[in-house]
Nanobody, 120 residues
C-alpha cells in the first residue's frame, strides 16, 4: 500500500518561499511509469495542477506557475519537494501530493493534504 504524507509550515509570510515535502512509503519514487505531483485547492475553488516530477527525475510545471515553482526529489529519503517563491495571499490553499500512473494517466494515491496560509 502506497502512502504519501505532506509536511511543511502551515503559515508563510507574503514574498517568502513556500516549501513542502511529500514523503512516500510503500513504493519507490524512481519506479518506472509513475510521476509524483503537486496539486493545490484554494478555498472555494477547484483543484489546480502545479507540477510533476517523473520517475526519471524530469520535472514539468504549470505554465501559470512555472516562473515561481521548483520540484525536486531526494531518492535516498524517497521524498519529493515543492518550492513556490514570492507567495501572496492568493497562494493560500490546501496542498496535495499525489502519484500519477502515466498509463492510463490517472492519480491512484493521494496525500491527505496540508493547509498553507499566506499571511503577514
Amino acid at each position: 500500500q502506497v502512502q504519501l504524507q505532506e509536511s511543511g509550515p502551515g503559515l508563510v509570510k507574503p514574498s517568502q518561499t513556500l516549501s513542502l515535502t511529500c514523503t512516500v512509503s510503500g513504493g519507490s519514487i524512481t519506479t518506472g511509469y509513475y510521476a509524483w505531483t503537486w496539486i493545490r485547492q484554494p478555498p472555494g475553488k477547484g483543484l489546480e495542477w502545479m507540477g510533476v516530477i517523473a520517475y526519471d527525475g524530469r520535472a514539468y510545471y504549470s505554465p501559470s506557475l512555472k516562473s515561481r515553482t521548483s520540484i525536486s526529489r531526494d531518492t535516498s529519503k524517497n521524498q519529493f519537494s515543492l518550492q513556490l517563491s514570492s507567495v501572496t495571499p492568493e497562494d493560500t490553499a490546501v496542498y496535495y501530493c499525489a502519484r500519477l500512473l502515466l498509463v492510463p494517466h490517472e492519480y491512484d494515491y493521494w496525500g491527505q493534504g496540508t493547509q498553507v496560509t499566506v499571511s503577514s
